[in-house]
């Protein structure tokens, strides 16, 4: 994905995993062979051709403005310690994610805010880093931004323990941290992050994979994009939105919310930015009639 410009607005993508391969059924249970057949999955960036898994990335968005830059989602981050069957997750070593940061031309004292659409592992990570052995914020000067009810859901579950039970221990060793250090913002779910003359930043609720997942919808210049989290994981979900992950709290909300996005971009022209499409990422959505949707990479990002 290239940079997209909306008016003042700039986003860019900011990998740190491209590409892992998995298993279509350890991600979508109901999963079936038939549902990878559609012309727009004949994309060996997106099915293996052979094996049929599916490919996954791990990114954040990097939301500027002028005078201003948001991260939305901080993917894995390293050191953390993660149970087997998130083995991708488990001690990261890697200085790639903020390489690929700095070549965009920020450091992490740049980052004004840091947006997490919602609190699983793989959306805080790199939220804190280790240092002198505890966890602090990467981002020293941004403020973190969570959904209220997305952060009292997983405090609950935090306070209930075992603390590996909260985002397999995302919540102490990602957010808690944050918190301690004065830098948290908890909002509300249709919170309006930035208003620069014509252009607009803001949160929608978007629940179902989370109790309190947010997107976040940009609308510049005459364009507009959805930065949609998990509410998708992968483009099989365009084609066949019925499928639910593994990871859905609620399988029918979550449905009913994939759905509902799906509309909204067809109906407006949203581009779709999920938080795990492989590149080229940027997806255009159609409308193909009785309630199916397809999908087109937008080649002007690749």
């Known amino acids: 994905m290239r940079s997209l410009q909306l008016g003042s607005i700039r986003i860019d993508k900011v990998g740190e995993i491209d590409t892992l391969w998995f298993d279509p059924a350890w991600l979508y249970p109901g999963i079936e062979p038939a549902m990878l057949r559609h012309a727009s999955l004949r994309d060996a960036r997106l099915v293996e051709p052979v094996s049929q898994r599916l490919a ?18 901080t993917c894995n981050g390293n050191h953390k310690t993660r149970p087997p069957a998130m083995a991708w997750q488990h001690q990261l070593a890697s200085d790639r994610y903020l390489t690929n940061l700095a070549a965009l031309g920020l450091q992490p004292t740049d980052v004004d805010a840091v947006l997490c659409t919602h609190l699983h592992a793989d959306h805080v990570g790199w939220n804190t880093r280790l240092a002198d ?11 973190y931004l969570f959904a209220r009810r997305e952060f009292e859901h997983w405090a609950a579950l935090h306070v209930a323990g075992p603390p590996e039970r909260a985002g397999h221990g995302a919540f102490a060793d990602s957010v808690l941290p944050v918190l301690a250090a004065g830098q948290a913002d908890l909002i509300d779910d249709d919170h309006a992050v930035l208003t620069h003359l014509h252009d607009r930043i803001w949160l929608a609720a978007s629940p179902g994979h989370t109790p309190g997942h947010v997107s976040v919808h940009v609308a510049a210049g005459g364009g507009a994009a959805v930065l949609c989290g998990d509410v998708i994981h992968h483009p099989v979900g365009i084609h066949e939105p019925q499928l639910y992950s593994i990871g859905d709290a609620d399988r029918a909300l979550a449905e009913r919310t994939r759905r509902r996005l799906l509309e909204h971009c067809a109906g407006s022209g949203a581009l779709l930015l999920p938080a795990h499409f492989p590149s080229p990422t940027a997806a255009r959505v159609h409308d193909v009639g009785g309630g199916r949707f397809c999908f087109a990479f937008d080649d002007a990002l690749a």
């Open 56 to 73: 996954l990335s791990f990114h954040s968005y990097l939301i500027r403005a002028p005078g201003w830059c948001m991260l939305v989602d």
């Open 133 to 143: 052995g505890r966890w602090v914020p990467t981002f020293a000067n941004a403020r």
